[in-house]
């Protein structure tokens, strides 16, 4: 009976959370991966903003700004960046287009003159490319298309009620 006591007490007893974890490991797999599948490719989503370049200056960054944030007049209703979104959404209906190998976006911003900046934005997919060319002045804010694509997107966000 010595013996068998002995045994026992040289054995190193399992912890609690161990049991727990050999209990609950499936179950724990199951969540996540269910998270890696399905929350994690919705948080990583790409949008057209994203694709944007990160490496600008201030002045750029701010030209930028100007023109995807641009309401209009009125500074109320439809931005370009929405306008420009929603273009593409429309070539591309239920498309996941920014994660299309194919796709990419280039945004080129050069300064003209001293508060002038024009901005390129080449969008170029497995359909084509739709290139806006806008003139951004970042004192006063005036903003106007230089190709036919710019022009029209600002018509569409100056005269969206």
Known sequence: MVRDSKKKEDRPKES????????????????ITLVIVFIVPEL????LQSSFPED????????????????GPNGKG?????AISNKIAEEYPNEK????????VDVTITNTDVDEFQV????????GELNY???VNVETSDISGNNQNGKHIIDL????D
Do not use: C, H
């Open 157 to 160: 966000v100056d005269f969206y």
């Open 133 to 135: 060319d806008w003139s």
């Open 97 to 104: 287009i920014y994660d299309n190998k194919k796709t990419n």
């Open 16 to 31: 609690e959370f161990k049991k727990f974890l050999k209990k609950r490991a499936p179950v724990y797999l199951g969540v």
């Open 44 to 47: 990583t989503k790409g949008d």
């Open 56 to 71: 600008l200056s201030e002045q750029e960054k701010q030209a930028l700004d100007k023109i995807m944030s641009y309401r």
């Open 120 to 127: 390129i934005l080449d969008f170029k997919s497995y359909k």
């Open 78 to 82: 439809l931005s370009v960046l929405d």
